[in-house]
């Protein structure tokens, strides 16, 4: 007689929140960066290639930690905060409060706060959505709908940090505040991947300029 199967644990997918803007603007930097300091260290002369080395590892990993690195990642259980330099896990029975104001901030009931660089502010992004939306008051004063609107537009006429925001908050407000079995203790992991090459980049700079 075989054993029954032991039920599956249930599997909560995380919805990822990151600037697009970001992204594409740390390849670019990478794509410069990295065409200007290899043609330095396989062209140049002298001490210029161990400068030119030095240089992209110093800059590099920091290009990649702002840009590309950041990230948040949330589900029904708890939210990771993907920073340039740290990483914060925290379960959503920890967070009090989740803001938006000239930068996305999170905080724990403690407290403490964290800023939340993958969802960077813009108040141009404000300001455009608050003259939709006044514009929006003005073609229907009394809320009503008019057969021409486009239902779609809806999220258009709310800035990208703040719909972010409000998702977040959403998830935090659907978690509530019973811990969850299996919910994880709050975590801070420093990123060494992203300092020590960084670092190593600074000494060999100051190194190879006090011997030039």
Same mark, same amino acid.
Not at 82 to 109: K, M
């Given at each position: ?13 995380? #919805? ?19 065409? /200007? %300091? ?14 030119? @080395? ?13 840009? @590309? ?10 939210? #990771?905060? #993907?920073?340039?330099?740290?990483? /914060? ?9 989740? +803001?938006?104001?000239? &930068? ?13 660089? =993958? ?6 992004? +404000? ?6 939306? &006044? ?21 258009? +006429? ?13 998830? &935090? ?6 811990? =969850?079995?299996?919910?994880?203790? #709050? ?7 992203? /300092?020590?090459? &960084? ?5 060999? @700079?100051?190194?190879? %300029?006090? @011997?030039?």
């Amino acid at each position: 007689m075989t054993s029954p199967t032991p039920p599956t644990e249930p599997t909560y997918a995380d #919805r990822t929140f990151r600037s697009p803007a970001g992204l594409a603007g740390g390849v670019l930097l990478l794509v410069l960066i990295c065409w /200007i %300091g290899g043609d330095a260290a396989f062209r140049g002369h002298g001490r210029a290639p161990w400068m030119a @080395l030095a240089g992209l590892l110093t800059v590099v990993p920091l290009i990649v930690a702002f840009t @590309l690195r950041p990230v948040v990642f949330a589900n029904d259980r708890r939210v #990771r905060v #993907r920073n340039p330099f740290r990483t /914060i896990t925290l379960p959503w029975t920890d967070v009090a409060d989740v +803001r938006a104001g000239y &930068s996305s901030e999170l905080f724990t009931h403690d407290g403490t706060k964290y800023q939340l660089w =993958a969802v960077p502010v813009s108040l141009r992004q +404000r300001k455009k959505a608050a003259r939709q939306q &006044s514009r929006q008051a003005l073609d229907d004063p009394y809320r009503r709908t008019s057969a021409t609107a486009d239902v779609r537009d809806t999220k258009a +006429r709310v800035a990208v940090a703040d719909q972010a925001v409000a998702d977040l908050r959403e998830l &935090s407000e659907r978690a509530g505040d019973k811990p =969850a079995p299996d919910a994880p203790v #709050r975590s801070v992991r420093w990123a060494y991947e992203v /300092i020590a090459p &960084s670092v190593v980049g600074v000494v060999l @700079l100051v190194v190879l %300029g006090a @011997l030039g």
